[in-house]
């Protein structure tokens, strides 16, 4: 599934080969661990965070990570950059030979009442991308799924794109419900606004990684932009999610 609009994104179905995909499933870390040891990024989301001892131990401990991580830091970054400039048009090659890119992931469990409101992702994050261990057929239940969205009157936009955009100036354009072993990925423009649904009397987690690809030095990426947080309790707000 590929879109350019609102801004470009993409979804890649058995994105892993099955080997790799059910044995990272295996050895998911547990929501045993991730509670005891893991970080806590929003309300429900519970995490081994990138760089994290946590995250290295479960790569080192298991033959399924080592050859995810060395996938994700070896050929993903290129994999990706040739994906969008062969399906968009869109060359990101001199940044890769210029500024430096790296690959990160956070490995995730959201349970019932896990949601994200409309945001735009860092800007030092050239892509991001969401990949699904399970789905919905598993954890049942309402939401999780990953939602597009586009500015409503793109003539008021005067001042900057908001992060955290006040709902009555978006809406949701796209609504993906991924499936397992699932890849959605999308170009970090200025625009390029997303967000999850809330999960709702879900039976267990539904678990993910989330990945991006970043400027090596985590300085912003993307030149002659207008973005701007223009409202402290929407941030605030979203952070308390």
Not at 123 to 133: A, D, G, K, Q
Not at 207 to 225: A, R, T
Request: proline fraction near 2%; glycine fraction near 4%; charge should be neutral.
């Amino acid at each position: 599934m590929i879109h350019e609009e609102p801004y470009p994104f993409f979804v890649i179905d058995n994105f892993l080969k099955k080997e790799l995909h059910a044995n990272l499933k295996r050895s998911f870390p547990s929501n045993k661990d991730l509670l005891k040891v893991g970080a806590v990024s929003s309300k429900n989301r519970y995490n081994f965070m990138r760089g994290s001892c946590e995250q290295a131990h479960l790569i080192n401990s298991s033959s399924a990570w080592k050859l995810f991580d060395d996938y994700i830091k070896v050929n993903f970054i290129k994999d990706m950059l040739d994906f969008v400039q062969e399906n968009f048009g869109l060359n990101y090659s001199s940044m890769l030979e210029n500024k430096g890119l790296v690959c990160h992931y956070d490995i995730s469990r959201a349970s019932s009442g896990y949601s994200r409101s409309c945001h735009i992702d860092r800007r030092h994050h050239l892509m991001s991308f969401l990949y699904y261990v399970n789905d919905q057929k598993e954890y049942k239940g309402e939401g999780g799924d990953f939602l597009v969205y586009d500015v409503e009157n793109k003539q008021n936009i005067n001042e900057a794109f908001d992060v955290f955009p006040d709902h009555s100036t978006i809406r949701a354009v796209k609504t993906i419900r991924p499936e397992e072993n699932c890849l959605i990925g999308f170009v970090n423009f200025q625009n390029s606004y997303h967000g999850v649904s809330k999960m709702k009397n879900n039976v267990s987690d539904r678990m993910f990684l989330y990945i991006s690809i970043d400027s090596i030095d985590k300085k912003p990426i993307w030149e002659n932009e207008n973005i701007k947080v223009l409202s402290e309790q929407r941030r605030q707000d979203f952070l308390n999610e």
